[in-house]
């Protein structure tokens, strides 16, 4: 569908298939009153753009929806489960208009559009169950960073509604194929299971994330065990950063698929539920990875710097061996320096060679003591 035009800012918009996202941000609207939409998050010059998919166990249509008011009037009565997808939640009237149409809730229509908003589930006495979550998304860069994609979920009797951001390609595609091939659960099931479809996408994703961090470690992890001077310890802590930032968005949805998984929970059917316990098992893993991922950049931060610190004392060491071996040298050196008439050594004709002699046996003496005692 195309909502209506949203002004292109100027300096930078997001863009698809690979485009970065915009560091410009629209902020809260402070002092309003809640239930006021206010769209926060990175300027965007593209459209919204809404699909439809209605589907049963012998029946699959997908179209771009070019106007909202039938939508609603379309779905009544009829016996198959509609997903609406809406790419794009920057048009803030097209939002409202939406959420008249299902009924939703202003406070939940507020959450859908702050892409700053933390993760969080809210059941609705309308029978609406809504989720919000982050899609996290690596950029290929050095060192790795790590961005997030605000996404959104409202599940209802017959529907399931999901909003995301316009900044990547869609993140939903290989549900869409699923379903179009018949292939699966999908078909047969009802919304309550394309909710943990989508769901489920979204927890893959943490996986395919980790993976890439996990390379970075595993290289990372080769370059301290090697040595390498010029490893960035900047680099490690950001790595380090990347991996809270990330558990700092998956955490809260621990919680909530718990939650959904609960005995007294009727949005959630009893046939579906174990796939909602299997996606909170493959959430408590990627926490783990986590976790386990973050302890090992500690200890290769620790390992670094003591590396760090040994080559140090290496250094340090050698430039004492030599203090210690020219220290009695420059003494002999200094005594025989002093401008006296009645040194009776300066008399010996032999005396220069002598002195040669008495340090040369100084020096090999020394060496031989501090490698005696193992310090060479």
Known sequence: MNGTESGKPAGGSSTRNGGRKSRKYRKRGLLTSPGTLTYIGPDIGLKTKIRRIRYSEHMYKEEAVKSLDECRSAENGENFTTWLNVDGIHEIQLIEKLGKLYHLHPLLLEDVVNTEHKPKLELYDTGHLF??????????????????????????????LSFQEELTSDIFTTVENRLEASVGKTRRNGPDYLLFALMDVVVDNYFIVLEK????????????????QELSLKDMYALKRELTLARRLIWPLRDMVN???????????????????????????????????????????????????????????????????????????????????????????????????LMAAVTIGMIFYFKTKKWM
């Open 131 to 160: 989720l919000t979550l982050k899609m996290l998304h690596v950029d290929s860069e050095s060192p790795i960073s790590i961005s997030s994609e605000h996404v959104s979920f409202v599940l209802g009797k017959n529907y399931v």
């Open 213 to 228: 961090l996990g390379d970075a470690l595993d290289a990372t992890e080769d370059q301290v065990i090697r040595g390498v």
């Open 259 to 357: 939650q959904l998984i609960r005995e007294d929970n009727t949005q959630i059917s009893k046939e579906v539920i174990p796939y909602y316990r299997d996606l909170y098992d493959h959430i408590m893993q990627v926490l783990d990875t986590i976790d386990s991922y973050r302890e090992l950049v500690a200890s290769l931060v620790d390992v670094h710097l003591s590396t760090i610190s040994n080559r140090m004392n290496q250094v340090m060491k050698t430039l004492t061996i030599f203090s210690a071996v020219f220290m009695p040298l420059t003494f002999i050196v200094g005594v025989y320096g002093m401008n006296f008439e009645f040194m009776p050594e300066l008399k010996e004709p032999y005396g220069y060679y002598y002195v040669w002699g």
